[in-house]
């Protein structure tokens, strides 16, 4: 059985080398595609697989790593459960009883591999329900499943549940001491980068999280529009920034989701899930980033700030600060009205 749940470094990552069947960590996860909102098309083509008892799975195979390394049994049964823009979906049963969600994909590893170290971080703070993840990274050479695939636990998920009881488990992910000995030691961002939908996410260490926020969001996102008018107003409102962190005093790096729409949020047996992350270690009021299309009630605000209390000065402009990353990546991504929203920030920002 594959023991170990950290998330890695950024020299090794999740996985093993290519062509080999070395286990990689744990952590959690749903798999239901890329963190993308707007572009991401599920088509669902349910099937199931019988496997013949006694039948040898094919070399380079899902079903042959999940056979030799997790200890379940043989595979009994594959239930291809439909594809996204990028990856297909299936689940593993197992002699155990044991299932698993895998997702596969041609894609070269590294999206599967942030997913993965990201769940295995909030997995670690033992808080929302989140599945282990047994391998991210590159398929065996001959592989004919694509370039890359991941295997978690297969968990039932239903709907969003009750909203005080996710603020107040989500807070606690935010309040839980950071499983990254880099975050333990103060400093923001995380082991790899990853993506934020399509859109890469830089996640280089930084001391400061005034600065990290402003050149590996704001600054990166700006880069990526080369639109000059955004370009001029993202930079004032850059200059005006650091002061409406100053009522905070230290910011402690929590683990954040940092893609929280209502599209990445359930329940497993009736507790409070989250999946399809974009982590990394920021400040606990980044992560509402995505308000605008999480559905997060007043229940749900109430119990949230009664775990970490809300700073009220300046609240609104670091909350319009951090509406501004989100409405950036979605010009960048998708483009049309979203410029105009962003521009409305800023100017509200700066007035």
């Known amino acids: 059985m594959i023991t170990g749940i950290t998330a890695p470094s950024p020299a090794s990552g999740l996985a093993p080398r290519r062509g080999t069947f070395a286990g990689g960590g744990g952590g959690g996860g749903v798999g239901r595609g890329p963190p993308s909102r707007v572009a ?61 969600f895998v997702k596969t994909s041609r894609r070269d ?10 769940l295995n971080a909030m997995f670690e703070t033992n808080t929302l329900a989140i599945p282990r993840v047994y391998y991210a990274g590159a398929t065996p050479d001959g592989s004919r499943e ?60 930084m001391d400061d999280w005034v600065q990290f926020y402003l050149e590996r969001r704001i600054r990166h996102q700006l880069r990526l529009a080369r639109d000059s008018t955004l370009t001029e107003l993202g930079e004032k409102v850059c200059e005006r920034a650091p002061l409406w962190f100053e009522p905070c005093g230290t910011i402690k790096p929590s ?33 509402f980033g995505m308000s605008w299309c999480a559905g997060f009630s007043q229940k749900f605000y109430d119990a949230y700030f009664e ?7 300046h609240f609104e402009e670091r909350r319009q600060l951090y509406l501004l990353y989100h409405y950036l990546n979605h010009y960048n991504l998708f483009g049309g009205g979203y410029r105009g929203q962003c521009v409305g920030i800023m100017k509200g920002l700066l007035a």
């Open 40 to 100: 991401i098309s599920v088509r669902r083509s349910p099937s199931s697989l019988r496997v013949a008892a006694g039948a040898r799975a094919e070399p380079g195979s899902v079903r042959e790593w999940i056979e030799r390394n997790l200890d379940a049994g043989a595979v009994t049964d594959v239930s291809r459960g439909g594809s996204s823009g990028w990856a297909e979906f299936s689940t593993y049963d197992t002699e155990s009883g044991k299932r698993f």
């Open 109 to 118: 590893p590294s999206m599967f591999i942030g997913e993965g170290a990201g």
């Open 146 to 205: 694509g370039n890359s695939f991941i295997v978690m636990d297969h968990l039932n998920f239903g709907g969003r549940g009750d909203q005080a009881e996710f603020g107040r488990q989500l807070a606690l992910m935010h309040a839980a001491t950071p499983a990254v000995k880099e975050a333990r030691a103060g400093k923001f961002g995380f082991t790899v980068d990853n993506t934020c939908g399509d859109t890469p996410q830089p996640n280089g260490w």
């Open 255 to 287: 683990i954040l989701h940092g893609d929280l729409w209502s599209g990445n949020i359930g329940t497993v047996d009736g507790k409070p899930s989250v999946f399809d992350p974009a982590v990394y270690y920021g400040h606990s009021e980044a992560e």
């Open 307 to 313: 775990v970490l209390p809300k700073v009220e000065t």
